[in-house]
Each structure stands twice: as structure tokens, then as C-alpha cells.
């Protein structure tokens, strides 16, 4: 039986609201080297996606229309891929392959619990596959 991803993802996720300003949120996500982190809403329900990709547009507006500011909703992504907490590692190494996200959210019976990157799936792979075949 393979190893799960529960060992290997962030438990501690930084998150925002939808009405949170999108200015402060970018920030976050520069000051914390993060390439992205979920929106919940007040029930703590997913219902976003804030990624540096999702900034670029406020940078793109503000050189091109000096038009700066608003609410991390107007620019998140609405559609959410995630993974189950229950999924093994090549599960989620198989959903990395097959994705261009960087990390997913994870899931457990509709509520996060976690977030797992690229980097996390490497680092279990390695410990669980690599290190143990030389």
C-alpha cells in the first residue's frame, strides 16, 4: 500500500477572503514566497483560488490603466481543483503530472485540511521510493 500525502502536506495554509483587499493579499503572497492559497468563505468553505498568476492581472492593470486596487474576489480563480486527504503520494503525483497547478488544496469531507505543493511530492517520493532503490 502506498504512503498518503497527510505526512508530507502544510497543515498551517495561509488562506484569504473573498472580501479581503487584493492589494494585501498580493503582498502576502510575495512576502511569503507563495505561489497561491485558497479563499474560503465565512462558513469556511472553498470557493477560490488566489495565485501569483491571479495578481499579474493588477499589476497589468495598474501600467496600463492606472487602475489599482479591489477585492481578492475580482481576481481569484473560481474553479478549485483539489485532492482528497485519503489520496497516496502516486495519486497525487499522477495529478501533478497531469495539471499545470503547482499546489492543491486538500480536502476532507468538503473541508481543507491542508495544502500539498509539487515540492512536498517530490520530497515524499524521494523519501519513500528513491532513497530505498540505491
Known sequence: MSTG?????????????????????MRILLDQHLSGGPVLDASGQIVGV?????????????AYHQDWGG?????????????DADSSILEA???FLHSSYR???????????GQISRH?????????YLRNAG
Request: aromatic share 8%; proline share 3%; charged share 30%.
Open 103 to 113: 499546489r492543491f488544496p486538500v480536502l476532507r469531507d468538503g473541508q481543507l485540511v
Open 71 to 83: 477585492q481578492v474576489e475580482q481576481y481569484m480563480s473560481r474553479k478549485v481543483e483539489h485532492i
Open 93 to 95: 503525483a499522477d495529478k
Open 120 to 128: 512536498d511530492i517530490m520530497r515524499a517520493l524521494d523519501e519513500n
Open 5 to 25: 500525502i497527510e505526512k508530507y502536506m502544510v497543515t498551517d495554509v495561509v488562506c484569504f477572503a473573498p472580501d479581503d483587499d487584493i492589494i494585501h493579499a
Open 50 to 62: 488566489l495565485s501569483q498568476k491571479d495578481c499579474l492581472e493588477i499589476v497589468y492593470n495598474t
